[in-house]
């Protein structure tokens, strides 16, 4: 039986030590809940545990005519819905779909943090164990405590509690409350916003240069094909002056033709003086 100053051991070890994919999940969990270490994680894996256990009990006595357990899922419904876990009409089956993080998110640190009591799970750690966070008018320092459905609503700081004032500087901003508390409308908003953070006006501007830019770049590459061909006009003109030229060349052998002309001259002259 052991002692009573030291209670059992309220979780199971995993199977095995050393596992790649269940070690990063185990430190992503650490992380995001801002945990202490991963008993934690394990004490929720527990209860997960044996509730799917006695949900599949009781799943395979649905078809027979015992009332007894009948008694015991009713109950084990209650119970989760009392927790906040599932909803009011859920069945055995919603039972085995459950994860760990629905258990992980019913503790007071997780919801203190949600509720923004804390800038970050850490800090609504380190609040829960100086006595800073109170459920009605009962002080709880526990940080695994699992808050009930009713006590929901009725978290918050304690009445001696430095943390009242509005100006203390450990206490997060007005602004903050609302992001945490609504974290899926938030999600699709971010980009929504993103979307208007990119006026079409600044993409325009650009546009509207690039042309601008391009005309005066276009307009000297217009003048220059224009120079091209009227070069290429002026080679076949070169062309026909070369053509023209020859026929002065034919002059040019016409003078001798007209030397042997003068030669029959010369003779006459000789006769002349013979």
Do not use: C
Request: net charge negative.
């Amino acid at each position: 039986m052991g002692k009573p100053k030291f209670s059992r051991k309220k979780y199971e070890t995993p199977s095995h030590p050393w596992q790649e994919d269940r070690i990063k999940a185990e430190n992503e969990l650490i992380k995001k809940y801002g945990l202490k270490n991963k008993r934690e994680i394990w004490k929720a894996e527990t209860k997960l545990r044996k509730y799917r256990g006695q949900a599949r009990e009781l799943l395979a006595k649905v078809g027979t005519e015992d009332t007894q357990s009948k008694k015991e899922s009713d109950q084990l419904l209650m119970h989760l819905n009392r927790m906040n876990i599932l909803p009011i009409n859920s069945t055995l089956d919603d039972v085995l779909a459950l994860g760990t993080e629905s258990i992980l998110s019913r503790r007071l640190q997780t919801l203190t943090y949600l509720k923004g009591l804390a800038n970050t799970p850490d800090q609504a750690r380190q609040i829960i164990g100086h006595g800073h966070i109170g459920i009605g008018e009962k002080r709880v320092t526990v940080p695994g405590y699992m808050v009930t459905k009713d006590e929901d609503g009725e978290i918050g700081y304690t009445s001696d509690s430095p943390l009242n004032d509005i100006m203390h500087p450990a206490r997060p901003r007005a602004d903050f409350k609302s992001v945490p508390s609504k974290e899926e409308e938030t999600k699709p908003k971010e980009p929504k916003e993103e979307v208007k953070k990119e006026p079409p006006k600044k993409e325009e501007k650009p546009s509207e240069e690039k042309p601008e830019g391009k005309k005066t770049e276009e307009a000297p590459k217009e003048d220059e094909p224009s120079d091209e061909p009227e070069k290429k006009e002026e080679k076949p003109s070169g062309k026909s002056q070369k053509e023209e030229t020859p026929p002065p060349e034919t002059t040019t052998e016409e003078k001798p033709e007209e030397q042997p002309k003068d030669e029959p001259v010369g003779k006459e002259d000789k006769k002349e003086g013979d």
